[in-house]
């Protein structure tokens, strides 16, 4: 029986759909019935995720783009409206932190890399915006759509050492709440942003602070699990349950909201 948590037929294009998290947002889409398009710059990976999902019957394609290019995700877009003619969703998975962006205790603060902190607003806030810009004016066409951003708890707590991404993440809360009004202003409850908080994942980007080489704990590392009631680090596919809602009909009257996932780390006191 179909319910409002299905995603039946609808389009979806997912940015960083070839890294650790975008992994398990496609997987969740086409279990939900979605379409989806895995955008990334990595070419093999995406049409090997391309493949694993027509392989057990989803339908997907891949889509070669920097999400700070707005030349690359033009012809991405076209590429899918080509192949299956509308859009109805877009995740901004895109984003991450750079090794130079990162300020370690030992570091003047009065003498930050502004060049990195830089690259990092570009890749996480401006690689939210042109993706927006792109797709969500192909959402609009097809009448009806969701749009899901992805903050962090960085943004809601001073973590240290990441200025550059903290920073980012603060600017997507403002853009998503500023977005969402506007959308709303416009076009109803037809077209809706929110967005995602995850708390601390292994990813690409922060395993190497969280994790030594020989995969024990560092420092951070065991910084962060005591301050996690759960006293463990999520796995991406326990984002999926937040999506899902966020691109469904099951969230029809929420827009401009953030869903926090983080085993409840932006909650504890320490004590």
């Keep these: 029986m179909e319910t ?3 995603l039946k037929g609808k389009v979806i294009v997912v940015t960083g759909g070839t890294g650790i998290i975008g992994y398990s947002f496609i997987k969740s889409i086409v279990s939900a019935d979605g379409i989806v398009g895995i955008l990334g710059r990595n070419e093999k990976i995406a049409h090997q995720r391309v493949q694993e999902i027509q392989d057990i019957g989803g339908r997907a394609i891949a889509l070669l783009a920097d999400v700070t290019n707005e030349a690359q995700l033009l012809l991405a ?7 299956f003619g509308r859009i109805d969703g877009l995740v901004n998975a895109a984003g991450g932190n750079i090794p130079d962006a990162v300020v370690h205790p ?3 603060i009065f003498s930050l890399n502004i060049n990195a902190l830089e690259q990092v607003m570009q890749l996480n806030l401006l690689g939210t915006i042109l993706p927006t810009q792109v797709f969500g004016a192909s959402i609009q ?23 550059g991404y903290s920073l980012a993440k603060s600017s ?31 990813t690409e980007q922060n395993k190497t602070l969280l994790t030594n080489p020989d995969g024990t704990l560092t420092d951070r590392g065991n910084q962060v699990l005591q ?36 085993g409840g780390f932006t909650i504890f006191s320490g004590v």
């Design 4 to 6: 409002n948590f299905s």
């Design 77 to 83: 877009r076209d590429k899918m409206l080509d192949a």
């Design 106 to 108: 030992d570091q003047d």
């Design 141 to 163: 066409q097809a009448g009806s759509g969701s749009i899901v951003n992805i903050s962090s708890v960085v943004s809601q707590l001073a973590v240290t050492k990441v200025l």
């Design 172 to 202: 997507i809360d403002s853009y998503t709440k500023w977005f969402a009004t506007e959308l709303a202003k416009r076009y109803g409850d037809a077209i809706r942003m929110n967005s995602i908080a995850p708390g601390f994942f292994l």
């Design 227 to 262: 301050s996690t009631p759960f006293k463990r680090f999520g796995h991406p596919d326990e984002l999926a349950g937040a999506l899902i809602w966020l691109l469904s009909d099951a969230s029809k009257f929420v827009t401009g909201s953030k869903i926090t996932v983080d």
